[in-house]
């Protein structure tokens, strides 16, 4: 347990936690749900569209969802022992 500075009590998880698969397959569907909103809230956003700089951060946001969710299908098919 960790004192907070403002007075907040911070308790560690053990790593010790096993995750299994479906924990994995939960995290996927709620990328794919963060990437859709992104997707057709800020991207689609006329500021977006219009601000490079905007643009170019919420692209950089989704190409590192992308990549999780690429991470995480390899830890599903590891934690099933499927060939690649």
């Keep these: 347990m960790t004192k907070h500075p403002y007075g907040v009590t911070i308790i560690s998880v053990s790593m010790s936690v096993k995750l299994r698969d479906r924990d994995y397959i939960t995290m996927l569907d709620r990328i794919n749900v963060v990437?859709?909103?992104?997707?057709?809230?800020?991207q689609q956003?006329?500021?977006a569209k219009i601000d490079t700089?905007?643009?170019?951060?919420?692209?950089k946001i989704v190409d590192d969802l992308h990549t999780t969710h690429r991470e995480l299908i390899y830890k599903i098919n590891?934690?099933?022992?499927?060939?690649?």
């Design 53 to 59: 700089d905007i643009k170019d951060r919420i692209s």
């Design 78 to 84: 590891e934690l099933n022992n499927f060939e690649f």
């Design 35 to 42: 990437t859709d909103l992104i997707d057709n809230h800020l």
């Design 45 to 47: 956003h006329p500021v």
